[in-house]
């Protein structure tokens, strides 16, 4: 089975993480816009122009210090520019309040930076609660965003952050971001306290937000690898947020304007294209299913009519929750696995489905789509394949 090939970049000609909803984003504009910092001989921004489109992901890299983070903060005015303008979809963000600020633009760090002694729900309701929505609004509005960042809201709306994984409380920190439904939302260094499975899980699943919400997302890493992969464009910056290019993952990697951009994004970015291809353009497999409470019986013998060995099993909707040989589906009937299971959303990188096949004892991997839903198995020789056919382009 080909997944969704309306949504690959050849194809549509627009970059590959947005396509699927409505844009709901706004457009943001710097214009000449400077912060000096008192006491600073040089600026932290000498003077920065730019554009980013509305419902696009842009993410600004650079080394530490050259001003992504004050460039970032200057656009909700948790930092104040010394000059320059800056407009949100048409509208100077001077000319507003905090609290428009805050219904227009979300923000996420590091983290989730959340009130400790505050639960999962009040942490999520910070900002409609300072919008002045009721009740029932607020709990019906953080149930929704707990599903959608993959938290089950019966299990953690009363949860305490210290109750929480990183990776959980990263995702609390999202549902944060998204409250209020802005536009846009401002993410410094959000995956950069979790570990490396966990930040691709993250990273996977903000792809996955965004292909339903297109907001216009301005994200700060100081990692290549994570800009390339979740970048619609990528904002390469210098010392005192000089640009040094802004462009495609694509064209960066295979045309950088200059040696500073050359030596950030790398030598190995012949290899680095493997982060641009994903999961959803190769070729998946189909493996026999089952759901939680099936006959044991019946659900081996559809496997061995199929002539296969392992089987994907789902809960109730439509979520893997396990891939089993046959020999360890054990009683009446199918329940749910112990061993918990890595799943590829469909928009991880090739590098990272490597990485996960590589830790399977079936070499390969259960690939999901939105809201975590069943797509198929990518393996080794899908993925072996696909690269030959690169090549075979590129010769
Ligand atoms: N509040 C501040 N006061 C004075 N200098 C600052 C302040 N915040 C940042 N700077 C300086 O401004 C420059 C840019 O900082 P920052 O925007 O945080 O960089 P980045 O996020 O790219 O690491 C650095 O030289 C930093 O030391
Ligand atoms: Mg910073």
Request: charged fraction near 25%.
């Amino acid at each position: 089975m080909t997944t969704a090939p309306d949504l690959t970049k050849d194809e549509q000609g627009e970059p590959s993480s947005t396509g699927g909803g409505e844009v709901s984003g706004a457009e943001i504009v710097l214009r000449d816009v400077v912060k000096q910092y008192p006491g600073q001989k040089t600026p932290a921004v000498q003077s920065l122009s730019l554009t980013i489109p509305a419902g696009e992901i842009v993410m600004f890299v650079g080394p530490s210090g050259c001003g992504k983070t004050t460039s970032l903060k200057m656009i909700n005015r948790l930092i104040e520019p010394t000059s320059g303008t800056i407009l949100i979809d048409g509208q100077d963000v001077k000319q507003q309040s905090q609290t428009e600020l805050r219904r227009r633009v979300g923000y996420v760090i590091q983290g989730g930076s959340l009130f400790p002694h505050m639960t999962v729900t009040k942490n999520i309701a910070i900002v409609p609660k300072l919008l002045g929505w009721d009740a029932d609004r607020i709990s019906t509005r953080v149930d929704e965003l707990l599903d959608l960042v993959g938290l089950d809201p019966e299990r953690y709306r009363d949860r305490y952050p210290r109750e929480l994984s990183g990776g959980q409380q990263q995702r609390v920190g999202v549902a944060r971001g998204l409250a209020a439904d802005p536009p846009v939302i401002l993410m410094d260094e959000p995956f950069g306290a979790v570990d490396p499975i966990t930040r691709q899980r993250l990273q996977d699943e903000l792809l996955s937000i965004q292909r339903e919400l297109r907001k216009t997302i301005v994200c700060v890493t100081h990692d290549i690898d994570e800009a390339i992969k979740l970048g619609d464009r990528i904002l390469i910056l210098q010392e005192g947020a000089q640009v040094a290019q802004y462009d495609t993952p694509e064209v960066v990697l295979s045309a950088p304007a200059n040696d500073f951009v050359a030596d950030f994004v790398g030598a190995g970015s012949s290899l680095k294209a493997l982060s641009l291809a994903r999961v959803n353009e190769v070729e998946l497999r189909q493996e026999v299913t089952a759901t939680i409470g099936e006959s044991t019986a019946e659900v081996r013998k559809r496997v061995e009519d199929a002539g296969s060995r392992s089987v994907v099993v789902l809960d109730g909707r439509g979520r893997p929750r396990g891939w089993p040989w046959l020999r360890q589906l054990k009683g009446e009937t199918i329940v749910e696995p112990t061993e918990d299971l890595v799943n590829l959303d469909q928009r991880a990188t090739l590098n990272d489905a490597l990485d996960t096949m590589l830790s399977s004892s079936h070499g390969g991997a259960v690939v999901t789509g939105d809201r975590d839903q069943y797509l198929g198995v990518v393996d080794f020789d899908a993925v072996t394949a696909y690269i030959r056919n690169l090549e075979a382009e590129h010769e």
